[in-house]
């Protein structure tokens, strides 16, 4: 398995919080990088929440907690169990009390939503939030990687079994498993009545009109439902961390702005998936083509700059940016993403750049090697602009 970025970070955090949380998607790889902690911390209690007989050990928490002093207790599938957190927070205060500080407890979630809010409320300054998300180009290839190996993981999307399935067709019938498991088990398990029919419909409508502005009310026409309804189903796509909503810009430039966010179904291989695309030759013939690439860039750069503000921009002028990424430094990056090896931008580019005072342009596009343009932009390839914008986060 390959080593994962996050790996560093989520024992940094162990060894300076009591809890931290480790949230991302189901199959993502939270279990198998909780389980990586053995070679730090040897003795660690493992409870996996979905099953009843986890749960059962949990009906005394605070007795089991004191039968486990000094072990690393990871609680996978957390949000099962909303009352745990409040019984976690006395916990550590108690421990806290006794001298006993970091490194307690490991949280796995996977809707965010839910357990942002719970644990944000019980324990406030007890707990660290990190996303695991699939695999990212930054972790499974070295520079100069081909634009085939890119392809590929374009392709498959980036959730460890897809990626590393035998070929493209068993890496298809994965992710359409992985689908139907969320709509058929995983979301009624949360407790919505959702009718998985209409939300796969609606999952299957946002791959087909990937990156594009959110329109409620289109889509509930489609859908036979109202406006309300599709937020609300979109929110819950977003907490599960499948969907991503990327604002617009909101600053103040004097200019008419548009105001609705962009919609991205956030791992490529599902809405490849979704579309019943199989391998890259089907996907270039598709209509979807250059907004499917498009949102596999955008996560590959939101992932590599966690704690940066990300937004697009567009005027109602034609001025317009792809990515906006402002950094804790008062940078602001703004980056254009093409499919083409040969990439140019247009004059609403320019004027977007300076309307925000744009600190860095970047050209992201599928070239082999990196080159300036004009007016300062900087054309490279996907990994190399991860790279690039990792450093400077």
């Known amino acids: 398995m390959f080593q994962r970025i996050i790996h560093q970070r989520l024992n940094e955090l162990l060894a300076q919080f009591p809890a931290v949380a480790l949230l991302g998607p189901r199959q993502v790889g939270k279990t198998t990088l909780a389980f990586a902690q053995k070679a730090i911390h040897p003795d660690v209690v493992y409870l996996d929440l979905e099953l009843p007989s986890a749960q059962r050990q949990l009906d005394d928490p605070e007795a089991f907690f004191a039968a486990h002093p000094n072990q690393l207790v990871i609680l996978d599938e957390v949000q099962r169990l909303p009352g745990i957190f409040s019984i976690l927070r006395g916990v550590i205060d108690q421990r806290r009390r006794h001298g006993e500080a970091a490194g307690q407890f490991l949280l796995l979630g996977s809707a965010s939503g839910v357990l942002l809010q719970q644990s944000s409320e019980s324990l406030a300054g007890r707990v660290a939030q990190l996303e695991l998300t699939p695999f990212q180009a930054r972790e499974v290839f070295n520079e100069g990687v081909s634009a085939a190996d890119l392809n590929a993981l374009w392709v498959r999307g980036g959730f460890p079994l897809a990626w590393l399935a035998g070929n493209d067709a068993a890496s298809l019938t994965w992710r359409e498993v992985f689908i139907t498991t969320y709509l058929e088990k995983d979301i009624p398990a949360l407790g919505p009545r959702i009718p998985a029919t209409t939300l796969r419909r609606l999952w299957t409508m946002l791959a087909h009109n990937q990156g594009e502005l959110l329109d409620q009310a289109r889509l509930a026409s489609a859908l036979a439902i109202s406006g309300q309804t599709v937020g609300r189903y979109i929110d819950l796509l977003s907490d599960l961390m499948l969907v991503r909503r990327l604002p617009a810009w909101s600053g103040n430039v004097g200019k008419r702005l548009v105001r609705s966010?962009?919609?991205?179904?956030?791992?490529?291989?599902?809405?490849?998936?979704?579309?019943?695309?199989?391998?890259?030759d089907a996907l270039l013939s598709h209509p979807v083509a250059g907004s499917s690439w498009e949102g596999f860039v955008v996560e590959q750069l939101i992932n590599a700059a966690p704690s940066a503000q990300a937004s697009f921009?567009?005027?109602?002028?034609?001025?317009?940016?792809?990515?906006?990424?402002?950094?804790?430094?008062?940078?602001?990056?703004?980056?254009?993403?093409?499919?083409?090896?040969?990439?140019?931008?247009?004059?609403?580019?320019?004027?977007?750049?300076?309307?925000?005072?744009?600190?860095?342009?970047?050209?992201?596009?599928?070239?082999?090697?990196?080159?300036?343009?004009?007016?300062?932009?900087?054309?490279?390839?996907?990994?190399?602009?991860?790279?690039?914008?990792?450093?400077?986060?």
């Open 313 to 393: 921009y567009r005027t109602s002028n034609g001025a317009e940016v792809d990515l906006v990424l402002e950094f804790r430094n008062s940078q602001t990056w703004v980056i254009e993403i093409k499919r083409s090896s040969a990439p140019s931008v247009s004059k609403g580019f320019s004027t977007a750049a300076n309307d925000l005072s744009a600190s860095r342009k970047l050209l992201v596009a599928p070239v082999g090697q990196s080159y300036p343009m004009k007016e300062g932009i900087e054309v490279m390839s996907p990994l190399e602009a991860a790279q690039l914008i990792a450093m400077q986060a």
């Open 261 to 280: 966010p962009k919609v991205y179904v956030r791992d490529s291989g599902l809405v490849h998936a979704l579309l019943g695309l199989q391998d890259l």
